[in-house]
């Protein structure tokens, strides 16, 4: 069932998941496009959230915009030209010295998390949320476990001890497992769809800068060119096969409790051929987050906090070694 709707405000709007953004030239929505979105949210009861790029809009596209209730997604450079409200969430390509936001994105190499860890544990203080999102996932090496284990211990350190004194900052990779008691992921197709500068709807973003740079389309077979729309502002939503998006058509996700995975549909299909199947290096980084999710819940627990329901201890780290228990 629907819940959001993305609207990309130009072709240059910041990018705040796995998938870069290549496109660098201009193309702002027309407010007319912009306008007949924010009637089919309306209309569809969806919660608008704009990605804006990091150029200044015209007056009258803020106008039209807040006719509406919204989140907007920035990056960075807005952010500093202004001020971003509780519900703004700030877009970062590095980690900063601070942070604009109660709500921001960190996008990272896996490399830069491990080795930018302290930096990172420094911003935890400044933030409500903080979402670590990898932008590389498909180079990880079994070989990074360990160090990837240890940035997250990092994290957990500063977590616990925020807690103890009253604050309680949330870390989309660590203290989303705490609370989740079913899979919470990502939803694109699912939950929430995409409105392009062209009118068109996309699974999210990312299938939309795919078809703008030609990538080949593995998703909509019957369509031999690199077309990833999904319909348009005018016919409506045409998802071919939408149940297998589903998490209930996802043998393996179904039964794991990795909650917080993202379940990247787009990267499924970029490492898998099958949006509704994870990759094996998602699955570890997810296990990893998981378990050291546990790691914290133990610490919580020795410290007085109590929870609804124990993260069990597990002995793998991609379901797929071990699917014939479940």
């Not at 072709?11 to 007319?32: F, G, M, Q, V, W």
């Not at 939803?187 to 769809?193: F, H, K, R, V």
């Not at 500068?197 to 690199?226: I, Q, W």
């Not at 929870?307 to 699917?323: A, G, H, N, T």
Request: with cysteine; proline share 5%.
């Amino acid at each position: 069932m629907l819940q959001y709707l993305v609207i990309l405000l130009d072709d240059t709007s910041a990018t705040y998941c796995h998938a870069d953004n290549p496109l660098k030239e201009r193309n702002l929505i027309p407010l007319d496009t912009l306008k007949k979105a924010i009637l089919f949210g309306m209309k569809e009861n969806l919660m608008i959230q704009y990605v804006l790029p990091e150029y200044e809009l015209p007056k009258e596209y803020y106008d039209v915009m807040e006719t509406i209730d919204n989140v907007k997604i920035l990056g960075a450079a807005v952010a500093k030209r202004s001020s971003p409200t509780s519900t703004d969430v700030v877009v970062y390509n590095e980690v900063p010295d601070t942070i604009a936001a109660k709500n921001a994105v960190l996008r990272l190499t896996i490399a830069n998390f491990i080795a930018k860890q302290y930096d990172i544990a420094a911003l935890l203080p400044q933030v409500t949320r903080l979402n670590i999102c990898l932008t590389n996932i498909e180079t990880f090496k079994d070989e990074q476990t360990d160090d990837y284990r240890k940035a997250l211990a990092t994290l957990n350190a500063v977590i616990l001890n925020q807690y103890k004194s009253g604050k309680q900052p949330q870390v989309n990779i660590l203290t989303d497992r705490l609370q989740l008691s079913e899979m919470h992921n990502c939803g694109a197709g699912d939950s929430n769809i995409t409105v392009a500068p062209n009118g068109k709807f996309y699974l999210c973003p990312a299938f939309y800068y795919d078809e703008k740079t030609g990538v080949s389309n593995r998703l909509n077979h019957h369509k031999p060119s690199s077309e990833r729309s999904i319909g348009d502002l005018g016919t409506g939503l045409q998802i071919p096969n939408p149940q297998l998006l589903k998490l209930d058509h996802a043998p393996l996700c179904r039964v794991c409790d990795a909650y917080h995975c993202n379940r990247c549909i787009w990267l499924n299909q970029k490492l898998t051929w099958d949006a509704n199947t994870p990759s094996h290096q998602q699955c570890v980084l997810a296990h990893l987050e998981r378990n050291t999710s546990r790691d914290l819940q133990q610490q919580f627990k020795e410290a007085g906090f109590a929870f609804e329901s124990d993260i069990k201890q597990i002995d793998y780290l991609d379901p797929f070694d071990v699917r014939e228990q479940f």
